[in-house]
Protein backbone atom coordinates (compact mmCIF):
# COMPACT_ATOMS: atom_id res chain seq x y z
CA UNK A 1 0.00 0.00 0.00
CA UNK A 2 1.41 3.36 -0.85
CA UNK A 3 0.99 5.56 1.89
CA UNK A 4 -0.09 9.95 2.41
CA UNK A 5 0.08 12.21 5.25
CA UNK A 6 -1.65 11.33 8.63
CA UNK A 7 -5.40 11.98 8.74
CA UNK A 8 -7.76 13.59 11.32
CA UNK A 9 -9.55 11.44 12.54
CA UNK A 10 -13.35 11.75 13.13
CA UNK A 11 -15.74 11.73 15.77
CA UNK A 12 -17.70 9.17 13.59
CA UNK A 13 -14.73 7.70 12.95
CA UNK A 14 -13.91 7.59 16.94
CA UNK A 15 -17.03 5.92 18.09
CA UNK A 16 -16.73 2.73 14.95
CA UNK A 17 -15.64 -0.37 16.25
CA UNK A 18 -11.79 -0.94 16.90
CA UNK A 19 -11.73 -3.20 13.98
CA UNK A 20 -14.11 -4.14 11.01
CA UNK A 21 -14.24 -5.77 7.66
CA UNK A 22 -16.86 -5.81 5.14
CA UNK A 23 -16.72 -8.81 3.21
CA UNK A 24 -12.45 -8.31 2.44
CA UNK A 25 -11.00 -10.26 0.38
CA UNK A 26 -7.74 -11.05 -0.88
CA UNK A 27 -6.70 -12.93 -4.05
CA UNK A 28 -2.54 -13.51 -5.33
CA UNK A 29 -2.67 -14.53 -8.97
CA UNK A 30 -5.25 -17.48 -9.29
CA UNK A 31 -5.02 -17.94 -5.04
CA UNK A 32 -7.59 -16.50 -3.00
CA UNK A 33 -5.63 -16.33 0.27
CA UNK A 34 -9.29 -15.14 2.03
CA UNK A 35 -12.45 -14.11 0.15
CA UNK A 36 -15.45 -12.57 1.73
CA UNK A 37 -14.41 -11.98 5.42
CA UNK A 38 -16.53 -9.84 7.54
CA UNK A 39 -16.72 -9.36 11.21
CA UNK A 40 -16.80 -6.55 13.64
CA UNK A 41 -14.65 -6.62 17.05
CA UNK A 42 -15.09 -3.95 19.54
CA UNK A 43 -13.09 -2.03 21.83
CA UNK A 44 -11.03 -4.01 24.49
CA UNK A 45 -11.98 -7.12 22.85
CA UNK A 46 -9.87 -9.97 22.63
CA UNK A 47 -10.74 -11.58 19.36
CA UNK A 48 -9.41 -15.48 18.04
CA UNK A 49 -9.01 -15.83 14.97
CA UNK A 50 -8.75 -19.56 14.12
CA UNK A 51 -7.76 -21.93 10.95
CA UNK A 52 -5.51 -24.32 9.66
CA UNK A 53 -2.58 -23.62 8.11
CA UNK A 54 -3.23 -21.88 4.51
CA UNK A 55 -6.40 -20.93 5.38
CA UNK A 56 -5.53 -16.99 5.65
CA UNK A 57 -5.14 -15.58 9.02
CA UNK A 58 -1.57 -13.99 8.63
CA UNK A 59 -2.59 -12.36 5.57
CA UNK A 60 -5.67 -10.81 7.13
CA UNK A 61 -3.27 -9.67 9.98
CA UNK A 62 -1.18 -8.16 7.33
CA UNK A 63 -4.18 -6.46 5.60
CA UNK A 64 -5.73 -4.80 8.39
CA UNK A 65 -1.74 -4.06 9.42
CA UNK A 66 -1.78 -2.34 6.40
CA UNK A 67 0.98 -4.26 4.56
CA UNK A 68 -1.14 -5.52 1.95
CA UNK A 69 -3.99 -4.16 -0.18
CA UNK A 70 -7.14 -5.71 0.05
CA UNK A 71 -8.54 -7.15 -3.30
CA UNK A 72 -11.99 -6.02 -2.59
CA UNK A 73 -14.05 -4.95 0.13
CA UNK A 74 -13.46 -2.20 3.15
CA UNK A 75 -12.28 -2.18 6.59
CA UNK A 76 -11.89 -0.05 9.99
CA UNK A 77 -8.78 -0.55 11.58
CA UNK A 78 -8.81 1.57 15.10
CA UNK A 79 -11.65 3.32 13.63
CA UNK A 80 -9.99 4.52 10.28
CA UNK A 81 -11.02 3.48 7.05
CA UNK A 82 -8.70 0.90 5.54
CA UNK A 83 -7.17 2.91 2.59
CA UNK A 84 -3.49 3.59 1.36
CA UNK A 85 -3.54 7.28 1.97
CA UNK A 86 -4.44 6.41 5.79
CA UNK A 87 -1.29 3.47 6.43
CA UNK A 88 0.73 5.74 8.17
CA UNK A 89 -2.10 7.13 10.98
CA UNK A 90 -3.79 3.38 11.30
CA UNK A 91 -0.14 2.06 11.93
CA UNK A 92 0.22 4.51 14.46
CA UNK A 93 -2.74 3.17 16.33
CA UNK A 94 -1.72 -0.67 16.03
CA UNK A 95 0.99 -2.72 16.57
CA UNK A 96 2.17 -6.26 15.40
CA UNK A 97 3.51 -9.47 16.56
CA UNK A 98 4.36 -11.63 13.73
CA UNK A 99 4.65 -14.93 14.51
CA UNK A 100 8.70 -15.02 13.82
CA UNK A 101 9.89 -12.33 16.59
CA UNK A 102 12.40 -11.04 13.69
CA UNK A 103 14.81 -9.44 16.46
CA UNK A 104 17.82 -7.80 15.42
CA UNK A 105 19.94 -10.48 16.97
CA UNK A 106 23.20 -8.46 17.33
CA UNK A 107 21.77 -5.79 18.99
CA UNK A 108 21.01 -6.07 22.95
CA UNK A 109 17.01 -5.71 24.20
CA UNK A 110 17.34 -2.28 25.01
CA UNK A 111 18.61 -1.53 21.61
CA UNK A 112 15.71 -3.25 19.51
CA UNK A 113 13.43 -1.55 21.81
CA UNK A 114 14.53 1.90 21.12
CA UNK A 115 15.06 1.43 17.68
CA UNK A 116 11.15 0.81 17.67
CA UNK A 117 9.94 3.88 20.21
CA UNK A 118 11.69 5.83 17.66
CA UNK A 119 10.07 4.18 14.41
CA UNK A 120 6.79 4.95 16.57
CA UNK A 121 8.07 8.25 17.79
CA UNK A 122 6.85 7.68 21.29
CA UNK A 123 7.60 10.14 23.97
CA UNK A 124 10.13 9.77 27.07
CA UNK A 125 10.51 6.52 25.27
CA UNK A 126 13.05 5.17 27.95
CA UNK A 127 10.54 5.00 30.87
CA UNK A 128 8.05 3.14 27.90
CA UNK A 129 11.00 1.03 27.44
CA UNK A 130 11.05 0.22 30.86
CA UNK A 131 7.27 -0.13 31.10
CA UNK A 132 7.51 -2.38 28.76
CA UNK A 133 9.93 -4.68 29.66
CA UNK A 134 8.49 -4.75 33.36
CA UNK A 135 5.62 -5.88 31.60
CA UNK A 136 7.42 -8.74 30.01
CA UNK A 137 9.43 -9.72 32.94
CA UNK A 138 12.78 -8.68 31.45
CA UNK A 139 14.32 -6.14 32.77
CA UNK A 140 17.19 -8.31 34.22
CA UNK A 141 18.12 -9.37 30.19
CA UNK A 142 17.58 -5.28 29.11
CA UNK A 143 21.25 -5.63 28.01
CA UNK A 144 21.55 -9.27 26.50
CA UNK A 145 22.22 -9.27 22.76
CA UNK A 146 18.94 -10.89 21.27
CA UNK A 147 20.78 -13.54 19.98
CA UNK A 148 21.40 -14.87 23.14
CA UNK A 149 18.70 -15.00 24.48
CA UNK A 150 16.28 -18.53 24.45
CA UNK A 151 13.11 -18.53 21.77
CA UNK A 152 10.52 -18.05 25.04
CA UNK A 153 12.78 -14.80 25.98
CA UNK A 154 12.89 -13.61 22.46
CA UNK A 155 9.15 -14.22 22.27
CA UNK A 156 8.77 -11.98 24.85
CA UNK A 157 11.24 -9.34 23.55
CA UNK A 158 8.09 -9.38 20.26
CA UNK A 159 5.53 -8.46 23.26
CA UNK A 160 7.49 -6.17 24.52
CA UNK A 161 8.25 -4.09 21.32
CA UNK A 162 4.72 -4.24 20.17
CA UNK A 163 3.52 -2.96 23.69
CA UNK A 164 5.88 0.27 23.12
CA UNK A 165 3.65 2.44 21.58
CA UNK A 166 0.89 1.76 23.85
CA UNK A 167 -1.47 0.35 20.51
CA UNK A 168 -4.99 0.73 20.78
CA UNK A 169 -5.15 -2.23 18.73
CA UNK A 170 -2.56 -5.59 19.04
CA UNK A 171 -2.48 -8.25 16.29
CA UNK A 172 -0.58 -11.17 18.04
CA UNK A 173 0.20 -13.85 14.78
CA UNK A 174 0.81 -17.18 17.12
CA UNK A 175 1.86 -15.23 19.97
CA UNK A 176 2.81 -18.67 21.93
CA UNK A 177 4.20 -20.73 18.70
CA UNK A 178 7.20 -23.11 20.34
CA UNK A 179 6.79 -21.55 23.40
CA UNK A 180 6.94 -24.05 26.63
CA UNK A 181 3.89 -24.27 29.11
CA UNK A 182 5.96 -21.89 31.57
CA UNK A 183 6.39 -19.08 28.68
CA UNK A 184 2.93 -19.65 27.93
CA UNK A 185 1.61 -19.30 30.76
CA UNK A 186 3.28 -15.90 30.87
CA UNK A 187 2.19 -14.55 27.59
CA UNK A 188 -1.38 -15.47 28.58
CA UNK A 189 -1.34 -13.29 31.44
CA UNK A 190 0.03 -10.44 29.84
CA UNK A 191 -2.48 -10.73 27.09
CA UNK A 192 -5.40 -11.22 30.67
CA UNK A 193 -3.55 -7.88 31.21
CA UNK A 194 -4.01 -6.40 27.73
CA UNK A 195 -7.55 -7.01 28.09
CA UNK A 196 -8.60 -5.40 31.78
CA UNK A 197 -6.10 -1.93 30.03
CA UNK A 198 -9.01 -1.91 27.40
CA UNK A 199 -6.44 -3.06 25.11
CA UNK A 200 -8.31 -4.75 21.78
CA UNK A 201 -6.20 -7.70 20.53
CA UNK A 202 -6.75 -9.43 17.15
CA UNK A 203 -4.75 -13.03 18.17
CA UNK A 204 -4.34 -15.73 15.61
CA UNK A 205 -3.76 -19.18 17.13
CA UNK A 206 -3.49 -22.94 16.75
CA UNK A 207 -4.06 -23.90 19.95
CA UNK A 208 -7.75 -24.15 20.88
CA UNK A 209 -7.26 -23.82 24.38
CA UNK A 210 -5.92 -20.83 24.18
CA UNK A 211 -8.29 -19.03 22.38
CA UNK A 212 -11.20 -20.67 24.16
CA UNK A 213 -9.43 -19.13 27.21
CA UNK A 214 -8.27 -15.97 26.30
CA UNK A 215 -10.81 -14.99 23.73
CA UNK A 216 -14.28 -13.17 24.20
CA UNK A 217 -15.07 -13.94 20.74
CA UNK A 218 -13.77 -16.32 17.73
CA UNK A 219 -13.68 -16.78 14.15
CA UNK A 220 -12.80 -20.00 12.38
CA UNK A 221 -12.28 -19.20 9.13
CA UNK A 222 -10.77 -21.85 6.25
CA UNK A 223 -10.37 -18.95 3.31
CA UNK A 224 -14.15 -18.04 3.72
CA UNK A 225 -15.29 -17.56 7.61
CA UNK A 226 -16.77 -20.37 8.49
CA UNK A 227 -18.08 -19.46 11.95
CA UNK A 228 -18.08 -16.20 14.01
CA UNK A 229 -19.25 -16.19 17.99
CA UNK A 230 -18.20 -16.64 21.49
CA UNK A 231 -17.18 -20.53 22.13
CA UNK A 232 -20.22 -21.80 23.58
CA UNK A 233 -22.40 -19.84 21.22
CA UNK A 234 -20.12 -21.65 18.56
CA UNK A 235 -20.69 -24.95 20.58
CA UNK A 236 -24.26 -24.67 20.72
CA UNK A 237 -24.71 -24.05 16.97
CA UNK A 238 -23.13 -26.98 15.97
CA UNK A 239 -23.33 -29.67 18.83
CA UNK A 240 -27.30 -30.53 19.87
CA UNK A 241 -27.24 -30.72 24.12
CA UNK A 242 -26.76 -34.19 25.44
CA UNK A 243 -26.96 -36.04 28.32
CA UNK A 244 -24.70 -38.88 28.95
CA UNK A 245 -26.35 -41.91 31.22
CA UNK A 246 -24.48 -44.75 32.96
CA UNK A 247 -25.63 -47.41 34.34
CA UNK A 248 -24.76 -50.44 36.31
CA UNK A 249 -26.81 -53.10 34.12
CA UNK A 250 -28.17 -52.93 30.32
CA UNK A 251 -31.56 -51.48 30.75
CA UNK A 252 -34.09 -54.07 29.72
CA UNK A 253 -36.41 -51.68 27.70
CA UNK A 254 -34.64 -48.27 27.32
CA UNK A 255 -37.54 -46.73 24.80
CA UNK A 256 -39.86 -47.06 27.77
CA UNK A 257 -37.60 -45.52 30.28
CA UNK A 258 -36.41 -42.63 28.16
CA UNK A 259 -39.86 -41.77 26.05
CA UNK A 260 -42.23 -39.03 26.65
CA UNK A 261 -39.90 -37.54 29.65
CA UNK A 262 -39.71 -33.09 29.83
CA UNK A 263 -36.88 -32.05 27.47
CA UNK A 264 -35.33 -34.99 26.19
CA UNK A 265 -35.81 -34.96 22.83
CA UNK A 266 -34.17 -38.90 21.62
CA UNK A 267 -32.22 -41.41 22.77
CA UNK A 268 -29.31 -43.66 21.72
CA UNK A 269 -27.37 -46.76 22.68
CA UNK A 270 -23.31 -45.73 23.21
CA UNK A 271 -22.07 -48.57 24.74
CA UNK A 272 -23.33 -51.81 26.98
CA UNK A 273 -25.11 -50.03 29.58
CA UNK A 274 -24.57 -46.11 27.95
CA UNK A 275 -26.81 -43.72 26.30
CA UNK A 276 -26.96 -40.43 25.07
CA UNK A 277 -29.82 -39.01 24.99
CA UNK A 278 -30.52 -35.67 23.11
CA UNK A 279 -32.03 -33.09 25.10
CA UNK A 280 -33.59 -29.24 25.19
CA UNK A 281 -32.62 -28.45 28.44
CA UNK A 282 -30.33 -29.79 30.78
CA UNK A 283 -31.73 -28.61 33.61
CA UNK A 284 -35.13 -29.58 32.94
CA UNK A 285 -34.00 -33.23 31.56
CA UNK A 286 -31.40 -34.35 34.02
CA UNK A 287 -34.06 -34.23 36.96
CA UNK A 288 -36.65 -36.30 34.86
CA UNK A 289 -34.48 -38.94 33.42
CA UNK A 290 -32.87 -39.54 36.94
CA UNK A 291 -36.42 -40.51 38.54
CA UNK A 292 -37.54 -42.66 35.42
CA UNK A 293 -34.70 -44.57 35.98
CA UNK A 294 -34.88 -44.77 39.79
CA UNK A 295 -38.49 -45.97 39.03
CA UNK A 296 -37.59 -48.59 36.28
CA UNK A 297 -35.14 -49.95 39.35
CA UNK A 298 -31.72 -48.81 37.59
CA UNK A 299 -28.61 -48.18 39.06
CA UNK A 300 -27.04 -45.00 38.12
CA UNK A 301 -23.86 -44.84 37.97
CA UNK A 302 -23.58 -41.06 36.16
CA UNK A 303 -25.72 -38.08 34.34
CA UNK A 304 -23.62 -36.03 32.88
CA UNK A 305 -24.16 -33.21 30.46
CA UNK A 306 -21.67 -33.37 27.45
CA UNK A 307 -19.23 -30.89 26.99
CA UNK A 308 -18.06 -29.95 23.37
CA UNK A 309 -15.01 -28.12 23.09
CA UNK A 310 -14.34 -25.40 20.76
CA UNK A 311 -11.48 -28.36 19.52
CA UNK A 312 -15.27 -29.85 19.10
CA UNK A 313 -16.40 -27.29 17.00
CA UNK A 314 -13.18 -26.40 15.15
CA UNK A 315 -12.53 -30.16 13.90
CA UNK A 316 -16.27 -29.81 12.82
CA UNK A 317 -15.98 -27.37 10.77
CA UNK A 318 -12.41 -28.08 8.95
CA UNK A 319 -13.89 -31.77 8.25
CA UNK A 320 -16.82 -30.52 7.25
CA UNK A 321 -14.81 -28.17 4.70
CA UNK A 322 -12.38 -31.23 3.96
CA UNK A 323 -15.47 -32.96 3.21
CA UNK A 324 -16.69 -31.11 0.31
CA UNK A 325 -13.10 -30.72 -1.37
CA UNK A 326 -11.94 -27.27 -0.70
CA UNK B 1 5.27 17.71 0.33
CA UNK B 2 5.20 15.44 3.01
CA UNK B 3 7.60 15.59 6.01
CA UNK B 4 10.40 12.46 6.49
CA UNK B 5 11.27 12.39 10.25
CA UNK B 6 14.75 12.37 11.31
CA UNK B 7 14.12 9.87 14.31
CA UNK B 8 12.73 8.01 12.27
CA UNK B 9 15.60 8.00 9.72
CA UNK B 10 18.07 8.27 12.44
CA UNK B 11 16.35 4.65 14.18
CA UNK B 12 16.97 2.41 10.69
CA UNK B 13 19.92 4.39 10.46
CA UNK B 14 21.84 4.11 14.03
CA UNK B 15 20.14 0.60 14.05
CA UNK B 16 21.94 -0.51 10.75
CA UNK B 17 25.47 0.46 11.36
CA UNK B 18 25.49 -0.73 14.94
CA UNK B 19 24.66 -4.30 13.09
CA UNK B 20 27.63 -3.31 10.50
CA UNK B 21 29.81 -2.93 13.34
CA UNK B 22 28.71 -6.16 15.37
CA UNK B 23 28.90 -8.25 11.93
CA UNK B 24 32.03 -10.64 11.80
CA UNK B 25 31.59 -10.61 8.08
CA UNK B 26 30.98 -6.81 7.06
CA UNK B 27 33.44 -5.01 8.44
CA UNK B 28 36.60 -7.36 6.97
CA UNK B 29 34.84 -7.66 3.87
CA UNK B 30 34.03 -3.74 3.53
CA UNK B 31 37.99 -3.27 4.65
CA UNK B 32 39.72 -5.78 2.56
CA UNK B 33 37.72 -5.20 -1.19
CA UNK B 34 39.27 -2.13 -1.81
CA UNK B 35 42.74 -3.87 -1.55
CA UNK B 36 42.31 -4.93 -5.29
CA UNK B 37 41.83 -1.13 -6.67
CA UNK B 38 44.70 0.36 -3.77
CA UNK B 39 47.33 -2.02 -4.18
CA UNK B 40 47.76 -1.18 -8.33
CA UNK B 41 48.45 2.75 -7.23
CA UNK B 42 50.86 2.26 -4.29
CA UNK B 43 52.71 -0.97 -6.59
CA UNK B 44 53.06 1.47 -10.04
CA UNK B 45 54.09 4.46 -7.88
CA UNK B 46 57.36 2.62 -6.39
CA UNK B 47 58.24 0.82 -10.16
CA UNK B 48 56.99 3.64 -12.53
CA UNK B 49 58.65 6.61 -12.62
CA UNK B 50 57.61 10.38 -12.54
CA UNK B 51 57.40 10.66 -16.19
CA UNK B 52 55.29 7.92 -17.18
CA UNK B 53 52.75 8.17 -14.37
CA UNK B 54 52.28 11.22 -15.08
CA UNK B 55 51.14 10.24 -19.10
CA UNK B 56 47.80 9.07 -17.42
CA UNK B 57 45.31 9.21 -14.84
CA UNK B 58 46.37 6.65 -12.40
CA UNK B 59 44.99 8.14 -9.15
CA UNK B 60 41.27 7.62 -10.51
CA UNK B 61 41.77 3.45 -10.17
CA UNK B 62 40.71 4.19 -6.61
CA UNK B 63 37.81 5.19 -8.14
CA UNK B 64 36.76 1.09 -7.90
CA UNK B 65 36.74 1.36 -4.01
CA UNK B 66 33.20 3.55 -4.16
CA UNK B 67 31.88 1.33 -6.76
CA UNK B 68 32.47 -1.70 -4.84
CA UNK B 69 32.29 -1.31 -1.43
CA UNK B 70 28.59 0.00 -0.78
CA UNK B 71 27.64 -3.19 -2.63
CA UNK B 72 28.70 -5.20 0.26
CA UNK B 73 26.00 -3.08 2.65
CA UNK B 74 23.48 -2.62 -0.11
CA UNK B 75 23.04 -6.13 -1.05
CA UNK B 76 22.30 -6.76 2.68
CA UNK B 77 19.94 -3.73 2.98
CA UNK B 78 16.67 -5.71 2.10
CA UNK B 79 17.42 -9.04 1.82
CA UNK B 80 19.69 -9.46 4.77
CA UNK B 81 16.59 -8.57 6.85
CA UNK B 82 14.09 -10.52 4.96
CA UNK B 83 16.27 -13.17 5.46
CA UNK B 84 16.62 -13.00 9.45
CA UNK B 85 12.52 -12.23 9.13
CA UNK B 86 13.52 -8.43 10.84
CA UNK B 87 11.79 -6.39 7.76
CA UNK B 88 8.05 -7.10 8.66
CA UNK B 89 8.05 -5.37 11.97
CA UNK B 90 9.74 -2.59 10.91
CA UNK B 91 7.26 -2.29 7.81
CA UNK B 92 4.15 -2.27 10.49
CA UNK B 93 5.22 0.66 12.01
CA UNK B 94 4.28 4.07 10.80
CA UNK B 95 7.95 4.23 9.07
CA UNK B 96 7.36 5.96 5.19
CA UNK B 97 9.24 4.38 2.25
CA UNK B 98 10.70 6.76 1.39
CA UNK B 99 12.21 7.21 5.11
CA UNK B 100 12.85 3.77 4.88
CA UNK B 101 14.97 3.55 1.32
CA UNK B 102 16.98 7.37 2.92
CA UNK B 103 17.84 5.35 6.19
CA UNK B 104 18.95 2.27 4.22
CA UNK B 105 21.11 4.90 1.88
CA UNK B 106 22.72 6.93 4.54
CA UNK B 107 24.00 3.41 6.09
CA UNK B 108 25.31 2.47 2.80
CA UNK B 109 26.61 5.63 2.34
CA UNK B 110 28.25 7.02 5.17
CA UNK B 111 30.36 3.99 5.67
CA UNK B 112 31.36 3.61 2.22
CA UNK B 113 32.88 7.12 1.91
CA UNK B 114 34.80 6.83 5.26
CA UNK B 115 36.66 3.62 4.37
CA UNK B 116 37.10 5.21 0.58
CA UNK B 117 38.17 8.28 2.00
CA UNK B 118 40.13 6.63 4.02
CA UNK B 119 41.65 4.21 1.61
CA UNK B 120 42.51 7.19 -0.78
CA UNK B 121 44.65 8.42 2.76
CA UNK B 122 46.73 5.13 2.77
CA UNK B 123 47.57 5.47 -0.50
CA UNK B 124 48.61 9.08 -0.60
CA UNK B 125 50.16 8.75 2.53
CA UNK B 126 51.75 5.20 1.08
CA UNK B 127 52.90 7.31 -1.90
CA UNK B 128 54.76 9.95 -0.05
CA UNK B 129 56.53 7.38 2.16
CA UNK B 130 57.50 4.77 -0.62
CA UNK B 131 57.37 6.13 -4.34
CA UNK B 132 60.87 7.85 -5.83
CA UNK B 133 61.40 11.43 -5.67
CA UNK B 134 59.07 13.01 -8.00
CA UNK B 135 56.58 10.58 -8.12
CA UNK B 136 54.50 12.31 -5.41
CA UNK B 137 53.67 14.95 -6.94
CA UNK B 138 53.37 13.04 -10.93
CA UNK B 139 50.60 10.88 -9.31
CA UNK B 140 48.67 13.17 -6.94
CA UNK B 141 47.62 16.01 -9.28
CA UNK B 142 45.37 18.21 -7.98
CA UNK B 143 42.71 18.11 -10.70
CA UNK B 144 42.24 14.16 -10.41
CA UNK B 145 42.60 14.56 -6.60
CA UNK B 146 39.65 16.79 -7.15
CA UNK B 147 37.88 14.55 -9.39
CA UNK B 148 38.26 11.85 -7.00
CA UNK B 149 36.69 13.56 -4.01
CA UNK B 150 33.88 14.23 -5.96
CA UNK B 151 32.92 11.29 -7.70
CA UNK B 152 33.42 9.26 -4.83
CA UNK B 153 29.93 9.83 -3.42
CA UNK B 154 28.12 10.20 -6.96
CA UNK B 155 29.49 6.81 -7.91
CA UNK B 156 28.79 5.37 -4.18
CA UNK B 157 25.47 6.19 -4.48
CA UNK B 158 25.02 4.43 -7.78
CA UNK B 159 26.28 1.41 -6.31
CA UNK B 160 23.77 1.37 -3.59
CA UNK B 161 20.73 2.08 -5.95
CA UNK B 162 21.87 -0.95 -7.81
CA UNK B 163 22.53 -2.62 -4.87
CA UNK B 164 19.73 -1.63 -3.31
CA UNK B 165 17.16 -2.51 -5.82
CA UNK B 166 19.28 -5.82 -6.42
CA UNK B 167 18.43 -6.52 -2.32
CA UNK B 168 14.87 -5.99 -2.72
CA UNK B 169 14.24 -8.58 -5.19
CA UNK B 170 16.06 -11.27 -3.71
CA UNK B 171 15.48 -13.23 -0.36
CA UNK B 172 19.61 -14.41 0.22
CA UNK B 173 21.59 -11.42 1.16
CA UNK B 174 24.68 -13.18 -0.28
CA UNK B 175 23.45 -13.82 -3.90
CA UNK B 176 22.37 -10.21 -3.99
CA UNK B 177 25.53 -8.98 -3.05
CA UNK B 178 27.42 -11.36 -6.11
CA UNK B 179 24.87 -9.95 -8.14
CA UNK B 180 25.40 -6.28 -6.74
CA UNK B 181 28.82 -6.60 -7.86
CA UNK B 182 28.39 -8.07 -11.02
CA UNK B 183 25.81 -4.97 -12.02
CA UNK B 184 28.91 -2.58 -10.88
CA UNK B 185 31.43 -4.17 -13.38
CA UNK B 186 30.50 -1.65 -16.15
CA UNK B 187 31.05 1.32 -13.91
CA UNK B 188 34.87 0.22 -12.94
CA UNK B 189 35.13 -0.80 -16.75
CA UNK B 190 34.41 2.77 -17.39
CA UNK B 191 37.10 3.89 -14.60
CA UNK B 192 39.71 1.88 -16.14
CA UNK B 193 39.17 2.93 -19.41
CA UNK B 194 39.66 6.24 -18.32
CA UNK B 195 43.17 5.46 -16.59
CA UNK B 196 44.15 3.43 -19.30
CA UNK B 197 43.60 6.22 -21.44
CA UNK B 198 41.60 4.99 -23.73
CA UNK B 199 38.58 6.98 -22.82
CA UNK B 200 40.20 10.48 -22.50
CA UNK B 201 40.16 12.20 -19.14
CA UNK B 202 39.48 15.36 -19.73
CA UNK B 203 37.43 18.43 -18.27
CA UNK B 204 34.39 18.22 -20.42
CA UNK B 205 34.12 14.50 -19.53
CA UNK B 206 34.23 14.99 -16.44
CA UNK B 207 31.40 17.18 -16.15
CA UNK B 208 29.39 15.02 -18.58
CA UNK B 209 29.93 12.02 -16.10
CA UNK B 210 29.05 14.09 -12.71
CA UNK B 211 25.39 15.59 -14.73
CA UNK B 212 25.14 11.74 -16.41
CA UNK B 213 25.56 10.06 -12.51
CA UNK B 214 23.44 12.73 -10.75
CA UNK B 215 20.79 11.95 -13.03
CA UNK B 216 20.93 8.57 -12.38
CA UNK B 217 21.13 8.80 -8.48
CA UNK B 218 18.02 11.23 -9.04
CA UNK B 219 16.31 8.80 -11.05
CA UNK B 220 17.48 5.66 -8.53
CA UNK B 221 15.90 7.36 -5.83
CA UNK B 222 12.54 7.78 -7.31
CA UNK B 223 13.03 4.37 -8.46
CA UNK B 224 13.45 2.70 -5.43
CA UNK B 225 11.32 4.19 -3.62
CA UNK B 226 8.54 3.23 -5.77
CA UNK B 227 9.72 -0.02 -5.70
CA UNK B 228 9.56 0.18 -1.56
CA UNK B 229 6.23 -1.11 -1.88
CA UNK B 230 4.93 -2.68 0.95
CA UNK B 231 3.56 -5.76 -0.10
CA UNK B 232 5.83 -6.30 -2.88
CA UNK B 233 8.63 -5.99 0.15
CA UNK B 234 6.52 -8.23 2.23
CA UNK B 235 5.09 -10.90 -0.55
CA UNK B 236 7.21 -10.67 -3.27
CA UNK B 237 4.11 -9.30 -5.85
CA UNK B 238 2.60 -5.74 -5.77
CA UNK B 239 -1.03 -5.19 -5.49
Request: aromatic fraction near 6%; charge should be neutral.
Amino acid sequence: MSEGDEVIVSAAESSAPALSAERLSKRFGDRMAFDDVSFAVGHGEVFGFLGPNGAGKTTIVRTLGTLIAPTAGAATVAGIPLTPENGVAIRRRIAIMPESPGLYLRLSVTENLECFADLYEVPDATARIDRALRAVNLLDRAHDTCGSLSKGFRQRVALARALISDPQVLFLDEPTAGLDPAATRDVHELIDGLRRRGVTVFLTTHRLEEAERLCDRVAILNTTLRAIGRPSELREQLFARTLEVRTRAVLPEPGAVFAGLPAVEGWLQDGPATYVLTVADPTVAAPAVTRALVAAGADVLSIAEARHSLQDVYLELVDEDRGVGR
Amino acid sequence: MMSLSRRRVGAILRKELREYRRSRSIVPTMGAVPLLFVLVPLIESTTQTASTLRQYPLLLYLLGVPAIVPVVLAGYAVAGERQQGTLEPVLTTPIRSQELVLAKTLAALVPSLAISYAWYGVVAAGVALLARPGVPSALLRAPEVVALLLFTPLLASWSIWIGIAISSRLNDARAAQQLGSLASLPTIAVTILIVADVIPATLVLALVLAVVLLLLDGLGWRIMTAMFDRERLVTGTSS
